[in-house]
């Protein structure tokens, strides 16, 4: 039978009510024993179980239960698979009813917007659409377990320097187009149980008490219905936030904001019902998970194998020069491992994501498990970031002289990334640039396997045949990749995120990470790939990129309509054949390249990325095989946020439809023209310019038919003209400077009074808004 909430809630007293705000300790809510209220556990995720007793630390410092470590976000996301994460969910759902554990912290879908931010490794992409798709499938099969998700960080927090103090500050349309989205994607689609707010404040606003995000758009735009979490530690004002829609603090607050809200509601500073509402969430969460127990399953040696599976299925062959990889098991002899991560790998983050792992797989006891008898040289101290490391390199290097094939272990130490501080650079430490380029020079069949939760310049690019990204690949990071070095497993993740050349080029460069107090997301919408692509800029490898061992063949794209109504969805649809000798799987990309300025119609000036992801899908294909991958691009696939309207609008004109194996490797396009249906505001005033009077048509009618208007003098043609005006002022320099002309300046140029000027911008006006 389901407990009445809202009868139990009124059986409470205020005290009771206001303590059910906060933890009772660092992973617990509070229980009312009185009422039998119970109360439930929490813990961190999203890539594995983190379960601390009471005593435990949010940071890590405190050991955990053993557990199963799965891959990173930074690798998962690189699998571009909704059926994988939704898999991974349903697996970490089942560990989290075996363990008692109510509501796992996780997904993590901040938007990566510089290489530098330290907790990279656990967020998805730099991409917004690819990130809220694969966040609402990891929820959905968490929460199809019966567990809840707490979907974070809410929001903007895309550095660790002073997270918790500094102000993310943004233009509504970066907020909505880019940092928004993916929350937005996962409450539609996967109606998470809690949203955990972020530490930041957004905009001058702290998250934990910003009523704009918590309520007005998480709950009456997008129809969130669970409760919202602070981040440990993120509450600033309690009451403040208790309005804005924060409904329960963690950790345990020693009940001082618990008398704060009580004493509030006492001195009617806060609305008693505002209360209520909080508790009511919070408790609706309990029950659903007390009333809807499972049998779980935590059968850890399972598990491993399949976060093995999941790091195979996401690894990204960067380079496959001379087609060097997959390596013979029968050259097994012959092959020569090099790196200290062969040995021991890293395959986590730090922070409140590590996980206590109950056992590691390397690549070199991978080998060993699979029979291959392959040599091993440690090459440098994982420790050290020294210029050399003298021994141990001349060591490998004397070893690689000997080998057929030298594969190069390498990658970030736990020390240059992590959850509370920020990256300086993106290098990896000196002793293993060196050691890569001093084998490169006396083996030519280098393959450089890489250990990294974000990405890293590449000075020895050219020097390596072969680069496999592990990025952080969970525990059974070995397995993967002797699976994939070897070709058991054909490699069919792709990059979901741009590697620049360096770190300079990246468009956060020159605002990142701010003075510490502020910090200016200056470049707007152009994140990423976004930002890249519009410049033209060369990048080391582009987002979505990915090599197989296996070649593919895109024809027949196809959309289904090809003239539109802005709000219409459009199916766009591509043959993919396997033209290879092996099965093999790719990650088909639908970008849509949307008119500019003037080419939209009626023209619309705000800036648009070259070309931005709207759908994706993963096909297996047999060799010689063909399917067709079809998705379906709603309205809010061509929709651009404005200002002006505070809302989403679609511009019209001729939108390319794009079919791509990445954002570098566009491989068919298809045209819809699309009709806007929706007039932007427009109002005049006497320092509108002309341009935008000639681009509104009904503004237009009314300036040409008003007596003193210059568009019949600027369209005077040059014959009519002296000979000196036709040879000092063309028709273009002065259609050119009437564009930019305000309305007041006809005052001087075309010698009209105020009260004219006055008179043609109420004239403008009433036309315009003549049909509103």
């Given at each position: 039978m ?8 009124s ?11 906060s ?12 009422l ?5 556990m ?7 179980l983190?379960?601390?007793?009471q ?9 955990s ?11 998962t996301?690189c ?17 989290c ?15 990566k ?18 990130a809220?798709?694969l ?16 979907v974070?960080h ?7 320097y ?10 509504e ?6 940092y928004l ?40 735009e ?6 919202v979490?602070?981040d ?19 950790p345990?607050s020693g ?13 009617g ?36 194998l399949v ?34 991560f062969a ?43 020294k ?17 057929k ?10 020390s ?13 430490p000196?002793?293993?640039?060196i ?18 939760g ?15 990204e592990?990025y952080?690949g969970g ?31 990246n468009p ?9 107090t502020v ?5 707007g919408?152009?994140?990423g790939y ?29 959309v ?23 099965a093999?799987k ?34 297996e ?8 991958v079809?998705?379906?691009?709603d ?42 249906t ?61 564009r ?7 005052r001087?140029?075309?010698?009209i ?14 036309m ?5």
């Amino acid at each position: 039978m389901k407990t009445n909430i809202k009868q139990l809630i009124s059986q409470m007293t205020l005290e009771e009510k206001a303590g059910l705000c906060s933890g009772l300790d660092f992973w617990r809510t509070k229980a009312v024993e009185r009422l039998g209220v119970p109360n439930i556990m929490v813990s961190d995720g999203p890539t594995g179980l983190r379960k601390q007793d009471q005593n435990g630390d949010h940071l890590g410092v405190n050991d955990s239960i053993k557990a199963v470590s799965f891959p990173s976000g930074c690798l998962t996301a690189c699998s571009f698979d909704r059926d994988l994460l939704r898999m991974e969910g349903e697996v970490l759902g089942d560990e989290c009813q075996a363990e008692d554990i109510a509501v796992l912290l996780g997904p993590a879908l901040n938007i990566k917007r510089s290489p530098l931010c330290g907790r990279n490794f656990e967020y998805l992409s730099e991409d917004p659409y690819l990130a809220g798709e694969l966040g609402a499938a990891y929820t959905q099969g968490v929460q199809s377990k019966n567990i809840g998700t707490s979907v974070k960080h809410f929001a903007a927090n895309s550095m660790e320097y002073r997270r918790m103090s500094s102000t993310s500050n943004m233009d509504e349309r970066t907020l909505r187009e880019i940092y928004l989205p993916a929350f937005e994607t996962t409450v539609k689609k996967a109606k998470p149980d809690t949203i955990m707010c972020s530490y930041n404040r957004v905009n001058g606003t702290f998250a934990s008490e910003n009523k704009f995000l918590l309520t007005d758009v998480l709950r009456k735009e997008w129809g969130f219905d669970g409760f919202v979490v602070s981040d440990w530690g993120a509450v600033n004002d309690r009451v403040a936030g208790i309005k804005a829609g924060l409904d329960l603090e963690m950790p345990a607050s020693g009940g001082d904001t618990d008398k704060q809200i009580a004493q509030a509601v006492r001195d009617g500073k806060l609305d008693e019902k505002v209360l209520d509402t909080a508790v009511e969430r919070i408790l609706r969460i309990v029950y659903k998970f007390m009333e809807g127990r499972q049998k779980g399953n935590f059968d850890k040696n399972a598990h491993h194998l399949v976060t093995a599976q999941i790091a195979a299925e996401s690894m990204v062959l960067l380079k496959n020069e001379k087609k060097i990889l997959p390596l013979k098991e029968k050259d097994a002899s012959q092959i020569l491992f090099v790196g200290a991560f062969a040995q021991k790998p890293r395959y986590e983050g730090g922070g409140s994501s590590h996980i206590n792992a109950f056992k590691v797989t390397g690549a070199l006891q991978a080998a060993k498990d699979a029979g291959l008898n392959i040599k091993w040289e440690q090459g440098f101290d994982i420790k050290e970031s020294k210029a050399k490391d003298a021994k141990l390199l001349k060591a490998a290097v004397a070893a690689a002289k000997k080998a057929k094939t030298v594969v190069i272990f390498a990658g970030l130490p736990d020390s240059y990334e992590s959850e509370g501080y920020d990256r300086s650079h993106m290098k990896l430490p000196a002793n293993q640039n060196i050691l890569i380029e001093e084998i490169a020079k006396v083996n030519k069949n280098v393959v450089v396997v890489l250990h990294n939760g974000s990405p890293v310049e590449m000075p020895w690019v050219n020097s390596a045949k072969a680069i496999l990204e592990s990025y952080l690949g969970g525990q059974a990071v070995g397995i993967a990749q002797i699976e994939l070095l070897f070709g058991r497993v054909n490699p069919s993740g792709k990059l979901a995120e741009s590697f620049p050349i360096k770190l300079q080029d990246n468009p956060s460069y020159l605002n990142y990470p701010g003075n510490g107090t502020v910090a200016n997301y200056a470049e707007g919408i152009f994140v990423g790939y976004r930002y890249y692509d519009k410049k033209e800029m060369d990048v080391l490898f582009p987002f979505g990129h990915g090599l197989s061992y296996t070649s593919f063949e895109y024809s027949a794209l196809k959309v289904d309509a090809k003239k539109i109504k802005a709000g219409q969805s459009v199916v766009a649809s591509v043959k993919v054949k396997n033209t290879g000798k092996r099965a093999g799987k790719e990650i088909v990309q639908f970008y849509i390249a949307a008119p500019q300025g003037t080419e939209c119609k009626p023209p619309y000036r705000e800036p648009r990325p070259k070309m931005e992801l709207k759908g994706f899908e993963k096909v297996e294909l047999k060799p010689g095989e063909t399917k067709t991958v079809a998705v379906t691009l709603d309205a809010r696939a061509f929709s651009v946020w404005d200002e002006s309207l505070h809302d989403w609008y679609i511009p019209g004109g001729t939108y390319q439809i794009l079919a791509a194996a990445s954002s570098r490797d566009v491989r068919l396009c298809a045209k819809v023209e699309l009709e806007a249906t929706q007039e932007l505001p427009f109002h005049a005033t006497p320092n509108t310019v002309f341009e935008e009077i000639m681009e509104n048509p009904k503004a237009f009618a009314a300036a040409k038919a008003f007596k003193g208007s210059p568009f019949s003098e600027s369209e005077q043609p040059q014959e009519k003209r002296g000979k000196s005006a036709r040879e000092s002022i063309s028709d273009e320099m002065q259609l050119g400077m009437l564009r930019s002309l305000p309305i007041r300046a006809m005052r001087s140029f075309n010698h009209i009074s105020q009260a004219q000027v006055d008179a043609m911008v109420e004239e403008i006006n009433r036309m315009v808004n003549s049909d509103r």
